[in-house]
């Protein structure tokens, strides 16, 4: 009996341990999240709120595509600079991320009306970059810490301040932390590498021998 546990055990074990592997490795979480909004009215500008932008790992980027082959224009703007620069411009608010790592979606909403001025003549922009259908801005999340007192700071895309803002936005993070990983993948190894330790001194300790009766009671 106690040899059949002991085999159990060992069983158990290397099935754990190589289910928690394979949630490391071959089936683990994609190594960036990557959050694709696409509208057919985003208004004149996509913003991120703020904090979005350190959502996971060193930097975030972002890159659109405008379905017209437009000039694009990317930037990152303290929060307080872009409020005021948008007004009350009809806009999409990008304010979270949804789902799963491996199925993230995009929280959005939509505000405002109207129209801005040109952003690529503003002055506001802690960096920017254009683009003729489409462009990529990667920025590096550890300078947001720069920015606290003015609210953080957000990722932001528009045309000329006129046209609809690029219809496409990706936004992609490198995974960290918890996000990098299954969340049952350590458990699992652990669990694992016990069962198999625990299984393997029970199958190699020598079977104990019944006892023999005594002679001088038998007698």
Same mark, same amino acid.
């Given at each position: 009996?106690?040899?059949?546990?002991?085999?159990? %055990?060992?069983?158990?074990?290397?099935?754990? #341990?190589?289910?928690?592997?394979?949630?490391?490795?071959?089936?683990?979480?994609?190594?960036?999240?990557?959050? *694709?909004?696409?509208?057919?009215?985003?208004? /004149?500008?996509?913003?991120?709120?703020?904090?979005?932008?350190?959502?996971?790992?060193?930097?975030?980027? /972002?890159?659109?595509?405008? &379905? =017209?082959?437009?000039?694009?224009?990317?930037?990152?703007?303290?929060?307080? =600079? &872009?409020?005021?620069?948008?007004?009350?411009?009809?806009?999409?608010?990008?304010?979270?991320?949804?789902?799963?790592?491996?199925?993230?979606?995009?929280?959005?909403?939509?505000?405002?009306?109207?129209? &801005?001025?040109?952003?690529?003549?503003? =002055?506001?922009?802690?960096?920017?970059?254009? #683009?003729?259908?489409?462009?990529?801005?990667?920025?590096?999340?550890?300078? =947001?810490?720069?920015?606290?007192?003015?609210?953080?700071?957000?990722l932001f895309t528009a045309t000329d301040?006129?046209?609809? &803002?690029?219809?496409?936005? $990706?936004?992609?993070?490198?995974?960290?932390?918890?996000?990098?990983?299954?969340?049952?993948?350590?458990? %699992? *190894?652990?669990?694992?590498? *016990?069962?198999?330790?625990?299984?393997?001194?029970?199958?190699?300790?020598?079977?104990?021998?019944?006892?023999?009766?005594?002679? $001088?009671?038998?007698?």
């Amino acid at each position: 009996m106690r040899r059949l546990l002991a085999w159990t %055990l060992l069983a158990c074990g290397l099935v754990a #341990g190589l289910t928690g592997a394979a949630l490391l490795t071959v089936l683990a979480p994609p190594s960036t999240i990557d959050v *694709v909004e696409r509208t057919d009215d985003p208004g /004149i500008a996509v913003v991120t709120a703020p904090g979005l932008a350190d959502l996971s790992g060193p930097d975030a980027r /972002i890159s659109v595509e405008a &379905a =017209d082959g437009a000039d694009v224009f990317l930037a990152v703007a303290r929060a307080d =600079d &872009a409020t005021a620069w948008l007004g009350q411009a009809r806009r999409t608010e990008v304010t979270g991320v949804t789902g799963d790592v491996s199925d993230p979606r995009a929280r959005t909403s939509t505000t405002g009306s109207g129209t &801005a001025a040109d952003p690529r003549v503003a =002055d506001v922009w802690l960096a920017s970059t254009t #683009g003729r259908g489409s462009a990529t801005l990667t920025w590096p999340t550890a300078a =947001d810490g720069d920015h606290r007192d003015a609210g953080g700071v957000v990722l932001f895309t528009a045309t000329d301040g006129v046209a609809d &803002a690029p219809g496409t936005v $990706r936004l992609s993070w490198r995974a960290e932390g918890r996000a990098a990983r299954h969340p049952a993948a350590v458990p %699992l *190894v652990v669990a694992g590498a *016990v069962l198999v330790v625990l299984g393997a001194v029970g199958v190699l300790l020598p079977a104990r021998r019944p006892r023999r009766p005594d002679a $001088r009671r038998r007698a």
